[in-house]
Every structure is written in structure tokens, then in C-alpha cells.
């Protein structure tokens, strides 16, 4: 499988949520309030060209607004290797969380 | 941040725009202008606009991030196809390795050694500011460096100058006999000094006190190293030493250990009040050069200001102090013995390097010039074998031209293909560097055994070394590399993939042109190297005029004071002892020396005439040491006014222009004046003996005096070449016999002799072993252009044979090319290596010249090398059927 970023994945699952509606904005600001933190839009930017390059995310042109001075939106969207990261890192992710929600501080799996 | 934000946009985009491609950088700012809008309604203007240009400032290291993401794909993408082919092409990989390796492996010894040179006296903490004062003595013609300045020089100076902070003084000692109760050892790194050099020098104290511990006579501060030996541990203070003899010396202190990387090794040293220099007014005078003084300056204080007022107080001292003892005014004394006299001063971090012709020094120095020799031959291997890297590349070209083709075609920039080609080269070099530091660790021990040091391959990793390493490691890729990205990218796609390439004329030209300096470093190196030995060789077997065969040396016989007759006389009548000889004065360094003047009779200030070895020696010596008699006769016991009476060698007869020299008479002043005045007796010239060499070939033959007289620190034995182990023995029964407890000490005066040439023979040594790597690079590499050319020509010998060539025949046409190579190799460098050596040699006042064999073993060598080394390859390529070779056209 595909080793992504933390963020890598996050964009992804945005992209993916957002779905008609992803584009640069929606997904700064979905990513802003799901973490919390004060992400940088470079930040976001980039490892969205990086998707796009690698081939986990498509683009396509979209509509412009007053706002963006006329610029024109690139909406992203799932590849099917992009989906099938995700269901990878998900299936890693079930294996590798199994039984945590139980978990406390003293105890590790195996003792 | 009241400006309108318009403005502020646009100039932020115009950074966007630079920073992110000019398609891409749309998108961005059409999100960045749409966020900026959302935040000016709900925040307002101000902060949208600090919004806006936070996140173009944090732009830049997600953008610096972006460039290196994709310049890691590349180079693992160049990574991995380089990788393949160094695999793919195993030999000529392996020949590159071995050969970088090699080189890598010679300059990293020689950073080794210069990092070691260079830590010489470093170690004292007050380095920068200790310099010692020198003195020059022009005369006949002559520099003669002198070490050393008259005892008041060191208090006048921190006296005079308030720029010297401290001094110190040193009167070198000969080797002492130092007893403890039982043990007893003779001491050779023995000196006598003052406190001062505690504060002057970094030796730390173990035990006693630095400020006073060399104040009073008969006191002595050993090393740890001396106190365990003697004393078993560190609490010695207050113990006693017998020293020659004297039973009561006091040890006052302990010093750590001087490390190996100092000028001076003292494992003694004796307080200098001991030696009661005021009493004998010569010896306390200024016009002495016996005290090594050295100077601690004042913080920031120039020492070249101090050079230069130096001379003004040495002169006016020593000016009167001439008038006293010689009762001449000093210009007077300069301008009758025809001398010049300067003085200066020399800092501590230049002496180790820097100082090698002094009398006076304490220690053999080394020479800054072993540092450029090994510099610059190490430099030399490694250039070979960039070259080796270089040839094989380009000859290997037509065979890449087609992958440097595809990738053009597929999209792949000039850039690209250099850099590919530069990687490749940096991972040889890497996979080089890993093979030279396990040949280091390999060679290390002969390495330290022929420089006489002791480094370890851990100080590799220490910066001083890992950084040089790590610069040529960049630097042997970056070389060998840049050719080859070069003369390969600049391939046509079009031309190479129709096939019609043109045969890389250049290249070939090139590659001959480097073969041909790759063999004139070697044939050098191979002329150095039979020079060198040739001249030790000759060292060894020519006749120095005496025979320094089968004579056994014993030392410390002057401590049996009028016993040591006895001994020669008991020795004399073993029947192995052929004959022996009571005198310190023998043909090899360090034995005693006298100079002193003598003049012919009719000379009116005999006390100015030039001073001349005289050498003391009993009625055996001529005949024990087997020196030829020229003219005249030896001493004789029979003749009671042979006291009276001396010999001269050929070279005096000539100094004196005596033309019948026997029944002349010489005035020989007594060095030691008493109250002030001279002695001086006239001798009688009875014979002339032939010269024989008693300094080392590199100097002519001086004049000399041999007088009768009592000198008994020696016992030369002449003995019968039967059962020398046995002679030993005897002789060193009857020393324990006669002097129990003192230490029995013998050499043999031929190993003596010969020592003289230890740094000879070392820069042939070193000439040796680098002119054998030479030649094994410049093989590798010719080895590898052989397997290459006779693989690329498998159908022209096929055809060849096909119609009647022998194997013999196309042996002939394969090599043929090499030797011309090397041929044209020893037509441009013999000459050089001529030049160079003919100057080496002559440093040689008797000397066998660089001759003829020299130059025809040097050609020989190298042409028979690259046979065997081309002939094999071509050998191979020859004897194979040419039925099997054209069947695949």
C-alpha cells in the first residue's frame, strides 16, 4: 500500500466528503475546523498538487465568483487509486485500532 | 497597516506568482482572494489583510519543502539507474573502485600525517606566544643556524622588554646515569632548566611546586613515567637520586608525561643553579650560545617588535664582554675571524616544521619538505586513478550513447543527464571511500612503522580529517564525473538512434593523451624510486676510508675512570678481539666533536684562526678503525714525543697548504681558557692519513687534527667475524666485573654509520611503495582499455584470422598501440625525472650521479608492465575462433 501523510490522508477524506463542492477554499476550511489548528493555505495546497501528480486526486475547472476576482475554482476528486488508498489506510487503520476504545493508560494488548 | 488592501493584494500576488508555477498560481490566489473576502466580512479589512500576508510568508517553507519532495524522486530515480550500472558493468566498476580507492586511501594517510605534523607543540597552551631566540653565524661562505644564546639572554630579556612576560633557559645535558637504590638506568632525554618552564610550557604538575621546584642546586623534576620507573609511583617528593655518580640529588616534583607531538622529550630535568654557571665567567657570558632560551609574550605583544630591538642589546653586552675575554673590540673579532653574526627569533610552531639545519636543537625536526613530497605523491595516485574513471567512461561512450539517446527522446534535459552522470560518479567515489578506510586500517601499523608515528583509524572520525575526507570524496566524484556528464549529454538523440555516431574522435585522443601522463607519473616515480636506492647502495658499499665492518662499540667506559686501560688491555687479549681502541671520538653522529682553532706556526693571532675538528685518540685507533696511512707514520708507544705530535687528514694538508707536511708544526689553541688565558702548544705533524668519511656523504671531506691523548668514553673493539655473540658476552662479563651495576651498552659502528641515512632511506621507502601504486593504477586502467578495445574489435581479429593472421599477428596489432603510449611516456618524463633527481642527488657531496642503468630499468619496467598487462586481454581476445566469433553476423 501507498504510505500517505497524515495530511495527505485528511485531504483526501475531504476531498471525498466535500464532493461535488471541493475545491481550495471548502477544503482550507473543512480541514480548519475538523483539526482545529491554524493550517497554513500553502500547506494545503501543495500536498494537494502532490495528489494530483500522483494520482490520487483529479481536477477539474469550475465556476468563478466576485470574491476571486475572476479566477476560476479547481474542483478535486477521487481517483480510483485515491479511493483505493483510502479503503487501504481504513483497512490498515480497523486492524491496527481493534479494541483501543477499551483501553486504558496501565494496560498494552499483550499484558 | 493602513494601506489599501488592493494594493497589498497585488504585490503579494506577484510573489505568489514567482513562487508557484504560472498556470498553477491562479487557482491559488483565486482561494486565497475568496478566504481573504470571507474573513474581511466577518473580521474586517486589518486583520483579512495580516491574514493574507501570514500566508504567503508561510508559504515559502511548504514551497521549499515542494522543490526538495521532487528533487528526492529524481535522484532515487538516478539513484537506482546508476546502481544498475555499476552493476551491470563489473569490471570496469571494480577497476574504478580499486584504483579511487587506492587514491583515496594515499591522500587520506597523507591528511593523516600532515594533521600530525601540524599538532607538533600545539599542545601548550601559550603556544602562539612562546617563540626562542636563534642566532646566525655567517662564515667561510657558511650559514650555520644556531640554537642557543648566552645565559644572562633570558633574565636581561623579560628585564629589558616589557612585552616578555617570562623566559626560560636550557643547557643541554649528555645522556646521565640515574640510580634509585637498586634501579639504576642511563637517562639520555636528560636537561637542565629553571621553574619557568612550568609557567612557559604546558606541563602539568603531579606533585611539588611549579613556582620553585627547580630553584635550588642539586634539585631534579622527574617525569611520571621516571618516577614509576624509579620509584614505583607518584610520591617521590623529597627522595633521592644518584646522579653520575652524585648521590645527593632531591626530587622536588612530577611532571606529566610531554606528549609525542613535542620538539622535546625530557623525562629529567635538573635544576640549572646545579650546574654553577657563574663560577667559570666563559660559560656565563654572553658571548655563549650554550642555553636554548625561549620567550613567553605578553598577551598581544608582537614578537617581530622584539626581533627587532633584540640585536641592539645582545651586541652592546656582547661587544664588551669580547673586549674582556679576547681583549678585541667585537668588530674587531668579527672582521679577523671573517664571521657575521645576527640573531632572531623563531616561533615555537615553526620549529618542528621549520627548523632542521640548527645546532642546538634538542630533537631531529621533522621538514616541511616530507609533507609537500607525500602531498604531493599522494595528489598524484589520486589523479591516476580520476584518470582511470575518466578513460573508461569515455571509452565505454558509444555503448551509453544509446541509453543517453532514449532518455533524450523521452523527455530528458541535458541537465538531467549530467546530473545521472555525476551521481554515478559521486557513488563510485562513496563506495571508494568505504574500500579506502578499510586499506587504511589495514596499512596503518606499516604506515606508522615507516614514519615512526602512532595514528589510529579512529581519529577519522574526528573533524580535522573527516571534512578534508569528505571534501575529496565530493571532489574525486565531482572530477572524475564532470568530463563524462559532460562529453556524454552533449550526445545528438537523432544521430545516435540512427546509429551513425560519430566515432568519439576526441575522446580517443584524450584518453591517449592520459594514458601517456598516467606512465609519466610512473615512470618518475619508478626513476625517483632507483635513484634513491641506487645512492643509499652506494652509501652502503662505497669505501669511506676506514673499515666500519666488525667493530663493536661499547659506551660509558669514562666510568671506569683509569680502569678503562685495564679493560681494552683485558680485551685485547681474547682471541676474537683483533684490536682495540679507547676514544669518543669515532666516525658516526653523536660521538664526541671538538673544534678548535689551529693555526700554522708563523700565524700571528693564532687565537682568530678558523676552528678545525681535533680529535683526541689512542696509539690503537688508526689501527682498529683500519684508516690508511697516506704519507708519514702513526703514533707510536716508543716514542715518548709522540704526546707531542698529530696527525692530519688530506683534507688539512690542503686546508694549511702545507706541501710537504711532514716535520711542520701546528699551533693548536686550548679551547678552555684559564683566568681568562689562552694556552696554545705547538705540535709536530708526523704523518698524513688518507680521508675517510666521518660525517655523512652529503658533506665533503673537513679537515681534521687527530692528537694523542686520553678520551675514554668509548671502546671501539675490532673483532673476528666468528662467534660475535660470544664476543659479547665476554665483553660483558668483564664490564660486570669491572663496573657492577652500570648500565652495558653496545652497537656496532656500521648500523651507527648507516643510521645517518634513516630519512634517505625513508623518502625511498615512500618512493617505493607510492611508484608501485602508480604503476598499479596506470595498469588497471590500461588493462581496462585492453578488455575494452579487443572486446569492441572481436570481428576485425575474426577477420583478421579468417585470412591468415596468426594469433601472434593480432597480439601484435593489439599491443602495439599501448607500448607506443608508454614509449612516448618515457620520452617526456625521463627528462623530467632527470631534472628532479639530478638535484636530489647533488645534495650528496659524493654521489654515483643519476645514471644510464636507471633510465634503460625505467623504460624496460614500464613497457614489460603494460605487456603483460595488455597482452594478456589481447592474448585472450586472439586465440579465439574466428568461426564462432563472425558466425552472429
Redesign the interface.
Known amino acids: 500500500m501507498n504510505m500517505l501523510t497524515k495530511l495527505e490522508e485528511l485531504i483526501l477524506l475531504a476531498v471525498w466528503k466535500l464532493g461535488e463542492g471541493a ?3 471548502t477544503i ?2 473543512h480541514l480548519q475546523s475538523v483539526t482545529g489548528k491554524k493550517l ?4 494545503v ?2 500536498p494537494l ?2 495528489l494530483v501528480k500522483q494520482g490520487f486526486l483529479r481536477v477539474y475547472s469550475g465556476p ?2 466576485e ?3 475572476g ?4 474542483y478535486y476528486q477521487l481517483t480510483e487509486k485515491g479511493f483505493e488508498a483510502l479503503h487501504d489506510i481504513n483497512r490498515v487503520n480497523e486492524i491496527m485500532w481493534a479494541g483501543f476504545g477499551k483501553a486504558s493508560c496501565s494496560s498494552g494488548e499483550s499484558g | 497597516m493602513t494601506s489599501d488592501p488592493e494594493k497589498l493584494s497585488r504585490r503579494g500576488h506577484r510573489i505568489l506568482a514567482v513562487l508557484l508555477g504560472r498556470s498553477e498560481h491562479i487557482t491559488f490566489i483565486g482561494d486565497l482572494e475568496e478566504i481573504h473576502a470571507g474573513i474581511i466580512r466577518e473580521k474586517g479589512a486589518f486583520r483579512a489583510g495580516l491574514w493574507y500576508w501570514r500566508e504567503i510568508f508561510r508559504l515559502i517553507p511548504h514551497y521549499i519543502f515542494h522543490l526538495i519532495y521532487w528533487s528526492m524522486i529524481m535522484i532515487k530515480n538516478y539513484f537506482i539507474t546508476s546502481l544498475r550500472n555499476i552493476k551491470n558493468h563489473r569490471m570496469f566498476s571494480m577497476i574504478n573502485v580499486l584504483g579511487l580507492s587506492i587514491g583515496l586511501a594515499a591522500s587520506l594517510l597523507a591528511v593523516f600525517y600532515i594533521r600530525d605534523e601540524m599538532a607538533y607543540d600545539r599542545y601548550n597552551e601559550k603556544a602562539r606566544r612562546i617563540s626562542r631566540v636563534k642566532a646566525l653565524l655567517h662564515r667561510d661562505g657558511q650559514d650555520i643556524n644556531i640554537i642557543g644564546a648566552g645565559y644572562p639572554v633570558g633574565p636581561a630579556l623579560i628585564q629589558g622588554f616589557s612585552e616578555v612576560e617570562d623566559a626560560v633557559r636550557f643547557r643541554q645535558s649528555d645522556s646521565i646515569r640515574v640510580k634509585a637504590g637498586e634501579k639504576s638506568f642511563r637517562e639520555s632525554n636528560v636537561v637542565y632548566s629553571e621553574s619557568s618552564f612550568f609557567n612557559v610550557f604546558t606541563a602539568p604538575m603531579l606533585r611539588g611546586n611549579p613556582e620553585n621546584v627547580l630553584s635550588a642546586p642539586g634539585t631534579v623534576v622527574i617525569s611520571r613515567l621516571a618516577a614509576e620507573k624509579y620509584f614505583g609511583g607518584l610520591d617521590v617528593l623529597g627522595k633521592n637520586l644518584s646522579i653520575d655518580g652524585e648521590p645527593d640529588w632531591t626530587v622536588t616534583g612530577v611532571f606529566q608525561d610531554i606528549p609525542r607531538t613535542s620538539h622535546f622529550h625530557f623525562d629529567m630535568i635538573l635544576s640549572l643553579p646545579s650546574l654553577e654557571i657563574e663560577k667559570d665567567p666563559m660559560e656565563a657570558s654572553w658571548i655563549s650560545f650554550n642555553f636554548q632560551t625561549y620567550v613567553l609574550m605578553r598577551d598581544g605583544a608582537s614578537t617581530a617588535e622584539l626581533e627587532a630591538k633584540l640585536p641592539s642589546l645582545l651586541d652592546a653586552h656582547m661587544a664588551s664582554e669580547v673586549k674582556k675575554f679576547m681583549g678585541i673590540s667585537l668588530d674587531e673579532f668579527l672582521s679577523r675571524s671573517g664571521m657575521r653574526m645576527s640573531f632572531g627569533l623563531q616561533p615555537l610552531l615553526d620549529i618542528h616544521l621549520h627548523s632542521h639545519t640548527g645546532v642546538g636543537e634538542f630533537e631531529a625536526n621533522s621538514d616541511i619538505k616530507y609533507i609537500r613530497l607525500f602531498t604531493a605523491v599522494s595528489l598524484f595516485i589520486l589523479i591516476l586513478a580520476v584518470i582511470n574513471f575518466i578513460n573508461l567512461a569515455t571509452a565505454r561512450a558509444s555503448g551509453r550513447a544509446k541509453e543517453v539517446g532514449v532518455r533524450k527522446v523521452l523527455g530528458s534535459l541535458r541537465r538531467n543527464l549530467m546530473g545521472q552522470f555525476l551521481l554515478e560518479s559521486m557513488i563510485v567515489s562513496v563506495i571508494a571511500f568505504g574500500t579506502a578506510v578499510f586499506i587504511i586500517g589495514f596499512v596503518l601499523p606499516f604506515f606508522n612503522r615507516m614514519t615512526g608515528k602512532s595514528m589510529v583509524l579512529e581519529s577519522l572520525a574526528h573533524p580535522d580529517i573527516l571534512l578534508p575526507a569528505a571534501g575529496l570524496v565530493v571532489l574525486i566524484g565531482f572530477l572524475a564525473g564532470a568530463y563524462p556528464a559532460v562529453f556524454l549529454s552533449a550526445f545528438q538523440p537523432s544521430s545516435i538512434l540512427r546509429g551513425n555516431l560519430k566515432r568519439g574522435v576526441k575522446g580517443g585522443v584524450l584518453r591517449r593523451v592520459l594514458v601517456i601522463f598516467q606512465f609519466c607519473v610512473s615512470v618518475v616515480m619508478i626513476f625517483g624510486t632507483l635513484v634513491v636506492f641506487n645512492q643509499l647502495r652506494y652509501i652502503q658499499n662505497t669505501s669511506v676510508g676506514f673499515n666500519k665492518e666488525q667493530v663493536l662499540i661499547l659506551e660509558n667506559t669514562q666510568l671506569l675512570g683509569d680502569r678503562a686501560d685495564v679493560l681494552k688491555e683485558k680485551m685485547q687479549r681474547y682471541p676474537q678481539v683483533v684490536n682495540a681502541s679507547l676514544s669518543g671520538f669515532l666516525p658516526i653522529p653523536s660521538s664526541a666533536r671538538m673544534r678548535i682553532p689551529v693555526a700554522r706556526m708563523e700565524d700571528p693571532e693564532p687565537r682568530s684562526a678558523p676552528p678545525i675538528g681535533v680529535w683526541i685518540v689512542d696509539h690503537d685507533y688508526i689501527d682498529t678503525l683500519e684508516i690508511k696511512i697516506a704519507s708519514g707514520r702513526k703514533f707510536s708507544r716508543e716514542l715518548e714525543s709522540d704526546s707531542g705530535a698529530v696527525l692530519l687528514n688530506q683534507a688539512a694538508v690542503r686546508f694549511f697548504g702545507f706541501d710537504q707536511p711532514l716535520g711542520e708544526s701546528l699551533l693548536i689553541v686550548d679551547s678552555s681558557p684559564e683566568d681568562g688565558i689562552f694556552q696554545k702548544s705547538a705540535y709536530s705533524v708526523i704523518g698524513v692519513v688518507e680521508d675517510f668519511h666521518f660525517e655523512s656523504l652529503r658533506e665533503a671531506i673537513k679537515p681534521m687534527v687527530l692528537s694523542l691523548g686520553k678520551s675514554r668514553s668509548r671502546l671501539c673493539l675490532r673483532i673476528q667475524r666468528e662467534d660475535v655473540a660470544g664476543t659479547i658476552e665476554t665483553l660483558r662479563n668483564e664490564w660486570t666485573a669491572l663496573a657492577a651495576g652500570e648500565p652495558f651498552e653496545y652497537s656496532f659502528l656500521d648500523e651507527r654509520f648507516n643510521r645517518m641515512y634513516d630519512s634517505e632511506l625513508r623518502v625511498g621507502r615512500i618512493f617505493g611503495v607510492f611508484a608501485g601504486l602508480a604503476v598499479f593504477i596506470g595498469c588497471l586502467g590500461l588493462f581496462g582499455l585492453a578488455t575494452f578495445s579487443a572486446a569492441k574489435r572481436t570481428k576485425e581479429i575474426g577477420i583478421h584470422k579468417v585470412f591468415g593472421a596468426t594469433a601472434a599477428d593480432v597480439v601484435r596489432m593489439l599491443v602495439r598501440e599501448y607500448l607506443l603510449l608508454v614509449g612516448i611516456a618515457n620520452l617526456i618524463a625521463l627528462p623530467i625525472a632527470y631534472w628532479l633527481m639530478s638535484g636530489w642527488v647533488r645534495r650528496f657531496a659524493y654521489n654515483v650521479g643519476v645514471g644510464w642503468v636507471g633510465f634503460a630499468a625505467t623504460t624496460g619496467l614500464t613497457i614489460l608492465i603494460a605487456l603483460v598487462t595488455v597482452g594478456f586481454q589481447s592474448t585472450k581476445a586472439a586465440s579465439a575462433n574466428p568461426a564462432r566469433i563472425l558466425k552472429y553476423e
Request: aromatic letters at 18%.
Open positions: 475545491y481550495g477554499t482550507y476550511r497554513s493555505l500553502g500547506g495546497y501543495f498538487d502532490r468563478t465568483t470574491e476571486r476576482k479566477l476560476s475554482r479547481r
